[in-house]
């Protein structure tokens, strides 16, 4: 196989992973690099690719990768080791929960008072996942909402239920960049009025704890109904990462093409930020010693670090 031939593991096509990927693959053409992008690898499937070498580049999120490395949630009695990290993009990803204010619920407490037949958008109703996690929270359970009538859309699934009027809740990611799936919340904020609600803090640190979130806001006016800063929780960054075995001079290249052309960063559908002061750190994986030799170089990495 040709060395040069590069899988790099990504998601959905106009995606912050995919278009990660449309820049390393940029960083490496002048070098004779190939680099193939993947819409397969998505969700938690990415991190699968890079330990059953299907690829050997993938970017993910650092909640994500948290679960991976301990075995839990998605990741629940699998085995990920060996991953290294390459670089850590920042690009804060926000859980946002909204309802349309036509229904009349300002407080998930009163879909069960209610009954409500709520219509939920969402990722898939796993148990121990993030959607059982805030309904359990507030008093509910998906199978009793289905009961009143309500009904679980996958976030992922067919477009269109937006505009169709048939959603009623939305629970999912917000980021800068209209791409597959943001362009959810920009149709529901533009023909909708929706009331974008405050998570509790104590459903905030159970969040933080359990999945590895940070505490955060949604900043006012990213959509329109975000009327104050939101209390929620956000996943920070991307990581660049691949398996330590991974050819170091390849692993050099893409740390160094990175740095020299951070500026790619800025010219996306979505919000990147490439900070020389960041870009090394990982708390969750080792750093690759080829990166870590780039970095040490340029004098990024203080004085003892790694």
């Not at 301990?70 to 060996?82: A, L, V």
Request: net charge positive.
């Amino acid at each position: 196989m040709d060395k040069r031939q590069i899988t790099f593991a990504g998601s959905t096509i106009g995606e912050p992973w995919w278009t990660t990927g449309e820049i390393v693959a940029k960083v490496l053409k002048p070098h004779g690099y190939q680099v193939k992008i993947s819409n397969e690898s998505f969700s938690d499937n990415n991190i699968r690719w890079v330990t059953g070498r299907k690829a050997g580049i993938g970017v993910c999120t650092s909640v994500l990768m948290q679960s991976a490395i301990k075995g839990i949630h998605d990741y629940n009695g699998e085995k990920h080791s060996g991953l290294t990290s390459i670089a850590t993009i920042k690009r804060p990803a926000w859980i946002g929960l909204a309802l349309r204010h036509d229904i009349g619920i300002s407080d998930l407490r009163q879909v069960k008072k209610r009954k409500y037949p709520l219509r939920i958008l969402a990722s898939r109703p796993d148990k121990g996942l993030l959607l059982d996690i805030i309904l359990s929270h507030y008093g509910l359970n998906l199978r009793e909402i289905e009961n009143w009538g309500g009904r679980f859309i996958k976030w992922s699934g067919p477009a269109g239920y937006v505009r169709e009027g048939v959603v009623d809740m939305m629970l999912g990611n917000i980021y800068l960049g209209y791409t597959a799936h943001s362009r959810s919340w920009y149709e529901a904020t533009t023909l909708f009025d929706m009331r974008f609600l405050s998570l509790d803090e104590t459903l905030i640190t159970k969040l933080v704890k359990k999945y590895g979130f940070k505490r955060g806001t949604i900043p006012h006016g990213l959509f329109r109904g975000v009327d104050r800063d939101v209390p929620t929780i956000v996943d920070e960054y991307l990581f660049i990462y691949c398996l330590k075995s991974q050819d170091a001079k390849l692993v050099r290249l893409i740390a160094e093409g990175l740095d020299k052309n951070s500026e790619l960063f800025k010219h996306t559908r979505s919000a990147f930020y490439y900070e020389r002061d960041e870009v090394w750190k990982n708390p969750i994986i080792p750093l690759h010693p080829a990166a870590a030799e780039y970095y040490r170089s340029k004098g990024y990495m203080g004085k003892g670090a790694l």
